[in-house]
């Protein structure tokens, strides 16, 4: 599977944007799609996630509300919708995608096999 992420950019505080994330090759194996984000000196941190055979999302408490993902199965998206930036959510951001569906493991790195170049996203205050 090959990730594309998309769309990030400079905001204002209070601002949207809105990342996309292309999925090609064995998209069978997207059946989690997920977001993380990298802060500069910081561990890479999950955002967000939703799995393919639910419309139940899955949200890090610091963007819950604020954030929304959604995912097209026939054009192999997944979209993150961001509003309300704050500085803080200055990151690069990844796309990752699994090829299960566990719950448990839907928020830790390394249940992901798949992972897209990332895309920066520098909010200022």
């Known amino acids: 599977v090959q990730l594309q992420a998309s769309g990030g950019g400079l905001v204002q505080a209070g601002g949207s944007l809105r990342l996309s994330c292309a999925a090609s090759?064995?998209?069978?194996?997207?059946?989690?799609m997920a977001w993380f984000r990298q802060a500069p000196e910081k561990e890479r941190e999950f955002v967000t996630a939703?799995?393919?055979?639910?419309?139940?999302?899955h949200y890090a408490d610091s963007v819950k509300g604020r954030f929304t993902i959604s995912r097209d199965n026939v054009k192999n998206m997944v979209y993150l919708q961001m509003n309300n930036l704050k500085p803080e959510d200055t990151a690069v951001y990844y796309c990752?995608?699994?090829?299960?569906?566990?719950?448990?493991?839907?928020?830790?790195?390394?249940?992901?096999?798949?992972w897209g170049q990332g895309t920066l996203v520098t909010v200022s205050s």
């Open positions: 090759g064995r998209t069978f194996n997207t059946a989690t």
């Open positions: 939703i799995r393919r055979g639910s419309t139940t999302t």
């Open positions: 990752a995608a699994s090829r299960t569906e566990i719950l448990s493991t839907l928020r830790s790195a390394t249940a992901y096999g798949y």
